[in-house]
C-alpha cells in the first residue's frame, strides 16, 4: 500500500513538474495534428481513387472512340464498293478481281448476297465457287430496307467459320436488290488495345449489343462470344456509363469502367482487379503515411529535447 502511494506521489510530482508540464502541453499539440493526419490519408484515399476512376473512364472512351473509327472504315469500304458502277451493271468477275485488290491490304473480306441471303460472290474463294446461303439479323434488315449502312453484332461466318463482324450495304444490281459487305474478324478489334497501350494489369473488353465479348485484350480469343458477367449485363441495362464493383469472366472481382457508343451501340469495358486497384492506392497512402509519423516523432523528439533544457535551466 505504501509502495502504491509512492508511486502515486511520484507520478504527480512528475507531472506537476515543469518538464512534466511541457510534455503534457506537446502532446495536446500532437492530438490536433494526429486528428488531421487522419482527416488527410482519408481525403487523400478518396481522391487516389476518385483519380483512378477518371482514369479508367478515360481510357474506356478513348478505346471506343478508336473502336468506333475502325467501325467508320469499315462503313467507308463498303459504301465505296458499293458505287462501283460496273458491278451495279453486273460485271461480277471484275468487281470479285477488283474487290481483292481493294482490301489486299486490310483484314477483312467482301461478299455480295442477293436478297434472300444467297451469296453470289465472295474474295475468300475464288470465283464461281459454290457458296452458302445466309441468314440475316432482323436489325440489319430494317437497316437495309431503310437504305441505310449498318454494322452488326458478332455472328459465326458461314465460309470462314470464324466470329466475324458484318458492315452490310444495300446495293442495287440489273435493277435488282442486293447486299454488299465487308466482314472481318472479331478479333481484329483487339488491336485497338495494342496501339492505345492498355497496361498489363487492366483487361480492356469489347461487348456488341447483345453483351457478347467480340475482343479482349487477355485471353487471346478465348471469351469471345461469351455472354458478360450477369452483374455487368444488368448494370449495361440501366446506363450507358459508369464505374461498378464486379465480377470478370475469370472470376476475378474487379473495378469496372464502361461506356457505350452510341455509333455501333457496343460497349468498351476496363477492369481492374480490385486488389490491384486497392494497393495501389494503399501504397501512396502508406507512403505519405510513413513520412508524417516519421516527421511526427521528430518533432516529438525534439520537443522532449527542449522541454528538458527547459527544466534545467528552471
Do not use: C
Amino acid at each position: 500500500m505504501k509502495l502504491l502511494d509512492q508511486v502515486g506521489r511520484f507520478g504527480q510530482r512528475s507531472l506537476n513538474s515543469v518538464r512534466g508540464r511541457l510534455v503534457l502541453l506537446t502532446v495536446s499539440l500532437l492530438v490536433p495534428a494526429l486528428l488531421s493526419m487522419a482527416f488527410l490519408l482519408v481525403s487523400a484515399d478518396r481522391q487516389g481513387r476518385a483519380q483512378r476512376d477518371e482514369q479508367m473512364l478515360a481510357t474506356a472512351r478513348a478505346l471506343s472512340g478508336a473502336v468506333d473509327r475502325q467501325a467508320a472504315v469499315g462503313i467507308a469500304v463498303t459504301e465505296t464498293l458499293a458505287s462501283d458502277q460496273a458491278l451495279q451493271a453486273g460485271d461480277l468477275r471484275g468487281f470479285h478481281a477488283r474487290a481483292l485488290r481493294a482490301t489486299s491490304d486490310r483484314a477483312g473480306w467482301v461478299v455480295v448476297t442477293d436478297i434472300s441471303g444467297q451469296q453470289i460472290l465472295n474474295t475468300l474463294r475464288p470465283y464461281g465457287a459454290p457458296l452458302p446461303s445466309t441468314v440475316r439479323d432482323p436489325a440489319l434488315t430494317r437497316a437495309l430496307l431503310a437504305g441505310r449502312s449498318k454494322i452488326s453484332d458478332l455472328r459465326i461466318g458461314p465460309v470462314s467459320g470464324q466470329p466475324v463482324v458484318t458492315v452490310v450495304t444495300p446495293l442495287v444490281i440489273n435493277g435488282r436488290p442486293h447486299v454488299l459487305s465487308y466482314v472481318v474478324e472479331a478479333a481484329s478489334f483487339a488491336s485497338v488495345f495494342r496501339e492505345l497501350r492498355v497496361p498489363d494489369r487492366w483487361v480492356a473488353t469489347l461487348l456488341d449489343n447483345k453483351q457478347k465479348v467480340l475482343a479482349r485484350s487477355a485471353g487471346e480469343g478465348k471469351w469471345t462470344g461469351h455472354v458478360a458477367s450477369p452483374d455487368m449485363v444488368k448494370t449495361l441495362s440501366r446506363a450507358n456509363e459508369g464505374i461498378i464493383y464486379s465480377r470478370s469472366l475469370d472470376g476475378v472481382p474487379t473495378r469496372v469502367a464502361y461506356t457505350r457508343s452510341a455509333q455501333t451501340g457496343w460497349t468498351l469495358l476496363v477492369a481492374i482487379p480490385r486488389a490491384e486497384f486497392n494497393r495501389t492506392i494503399t501504397i501512396s497512402v502508406l507512403s505519405a503515411t510513413g513520412i508524417f509519423l516519421v516527421l511526427l516523432a521528430m518533432g516529438g523528439a525534439l520537443a522532449l529535447f527542449v522541454s528538458k533544457r527547459i527544466n534545467l535551466e528552471v
